[in-house]
């Protein structure tokens, strides 16, 4: 009997480093500041580091994290924030959380990133609506960065929070994905490239005035004295456990990030002749949040490799703009033509540092036998 192929093999990296992150565990169990302890002070020193930024925030999740940069930014009601439909429900939820609107942007046919000229269109439906663009949110979807400087170049003064909780870790033209909007928001969400065991998140910038205003805000809005507050704001505190794990996944991120596209560069390789196989940004890296080809009869394929054993992902079967509660927020009046294409025809394959050759190839066969035969 072959073993079963896991989509995403956490346990795989747990054994890896189960020694460490027990010790880590233990440290923190008996120094006893569980929130705000040491561990995340170290961590966002690290994170600010990989970031290529002076400052690093943890927070509870990657969606507090969205929360977070735009209530610092005091966008809230009468506001527009321009997002992709071909993401995560948290990047829109986000906005509608801080009081905004979101504008729905489609995406490009090749990376699935944000497109730059349906920004633009986007943009001036949102004025039209009597909405105040305010900023802008490009998802860095399945691990690459999204291309900003085009989307800069076309956002001028807007701001730019970068959606990268897939994609820490990545680069574009040398810089990492941290040092490219004025805001960074990544998740720790246990399947992401980078994540703890449990919830976190981060938001990365460069600006010392917006460090401090996102620090208050992440405790109630506090000023200098624990009972002072000067202005509103929520608990999203990131515990000090999950930092202390987050250290000893740190120490072996760079190692895993190698890895993860040893495998990918394997998928392409031995898939680029029978699938459209995912294409990266020129000139930047993808971490590989997710593997994901593009084919006819999806759901065909889906089954077919469900039958031999071979688990895959859907990311995105409904975007956002489709989704009930999202449905009546504008969006470019063009239409999310290529959002809409995509969803039926994206296919994600196991992905993960430790997926080795042998069970790789399986997967392979497995798709060649399956989309050769259609
Ligand atoms: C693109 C994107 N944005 C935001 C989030 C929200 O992160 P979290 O689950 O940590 O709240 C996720 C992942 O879950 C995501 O993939």
Known sequence: MTSPIAFIDLQAQRRRIADKIETAIKRVLEHGAYVMGPEILEMEKQLAQWGGVRHALACASGTDALVLALMARGIGLGDAVMVPSFTFVATAEAVVLAGATPVFVDI?????CMDPQSLERAIKAAAQAGLKPKAVIPVDLFGQPADYPALTAVAGDLLMIADAAQSFGAKLNGKPVGSMAAMTTTSFFPAKPLGCYGDGGAVLTDDDELIDILRSIRSHGQGKDRYEHVRIGVNGRMDTMQAAIMLEKLAIFGEEIELRDAVARRYTEALADVVETPVVISGGTS??????????????VMKALQGLGVPTGVYYPTPIHMQPPYAHYPADPQGLTVTEAKRSRVLSLPMHPYLDAATQDRVIAAVRQVVGAK
Do not use: I
């Not at 490009?108 to 699935?112: Q, S, Y």
């Not at 971490?287 to 065909?300: E, K, L, N, P, S």
């Open 108 to 112: 490009l046919p090749d990376t699935l």
């Open 287 to 300: 971490v590989w949040a997710q593997y994901t080809f593009t084919v006819d009869d999806r759901d065909g």
